[in-house]
C-alpha cells in the first residue's frame, strides 16, 4: 500500500512510504535536509511500523517540537490504521 503524507512542522513538504503489511518497503521525502531524510529513508526500509514508530516517534529537531524522523512515525501510524480500513 503507498500512503502520501503532508508533514507539519519541519523542512520537508512531503513524506510517501509504501508498506507490504507492516513492514516498511519504502520511503521518499519531498525536501528536508537531503543526507538526513535519505538516511532516515534507507534505515527504515525493512522495518515494522512498531518498531521505527517505538525508535523515532518524539525526536525533536532542534528547537522544534518535531523532526522529520518523528513525522515519518507519524505517517506510518497512519499509513498503517489506513491500511487496516481497507
Do not use: W
Request: glycine share 12%; aromatic share 6%; with cysteine.
Amino acid at each position: 500500500m503507498k500512503y502520501d503524507f503532508t508533514p507539519k512542522g519541519v523542512c520537508s513538504r512531503g513524506i510517501h512510504v509504501e508498506l507490504d503489511g507492516d513492514v516498511i518497503r519504502s520511503v521518499k521525502f519531498d525536501g528536508g535536509c537531503s543526507g538526513n531524510t535519505q538516511g532516515v529513508a534507507a534505515l527504515a526500509v525493512g522495518m515494522t511500523v512498531d518498531e521505527y514508530v517505538k525508535r523515532c516517534k518524539g525526536i525533536k529537531c532542534g528547537f522544534k517540537s518535531t523532526s522529520c524522523p518523528d513525522q515519518l512515525a507519524l505517517a506510518l501510524e497512519e499509513a498503517l490504521a489506513e491500511q487496516k480500513k481497507a
